[in-house]
């Protein structure tokens, strides 16, 4: 069973930073994409920033700049390091993982996984 655990989420001034961690476990062959979603109170849940296994990145237009992903092959884990962070950040930030399992019987399969989120606050 593939588990997403995420960490590093809090309560932040304007300005200040935050670094998020995701780390997934559990069956994993492979893992290609990884990334981070947000969803604000009222509003619905947007990409914040994806990277492949190849490194590529995509950032949203409103943290492209600010924040940065980057990941750990060996440790299958995604990091999101934000700076400069404004109210307007202030989500539930998911983590994502695209990961190739293998299950006996089964064989091989592509899923899209999901973390159970942490919340990051920034006062103004």
């Known amino acids: 069973q593939v588990q997403l655990q995420e960490s590093g989420g809090g309560l932040v001034q304007a300005g200040g930073s935050l670094r998020l961690s995701c780390a997934a476990s559990g069956g994993i062959f492979s893992i290609n994409a990884m990334g981070w979603y947000r969803q604000a109170p009222g509003k619905q849940r947007e990409l914040v920033a994806t990277?492949?296994?190849?490194?590529?990145?995509n950032y949203a237009d409103s943290v492209r700049g600010r924040f940065t992903i980057s990941r750990d092959g060996a440790k299958n884990t995604v990091y999101l390091q934000m700076n400069s962070l404004k109210p307007e950040d202030t989500a539930v930030y998911y983590c994502?993982?695209?990961?190739?399992?293998?299950?006996?019987?089964?064989?091989?399969?592509?899923?899209?996984?999901w973390g159970q989120g942490t919340q990051v606050t920034v006062s103004s």
């Open positions: 990277i492949t296994s190849g490194t590529s990145t």
């Open positions: 994502t993982a695209a990961a190739l399992i293998y299950k006996s019987g089964s064989g091989y399969s592509l899923n899209d996984y």
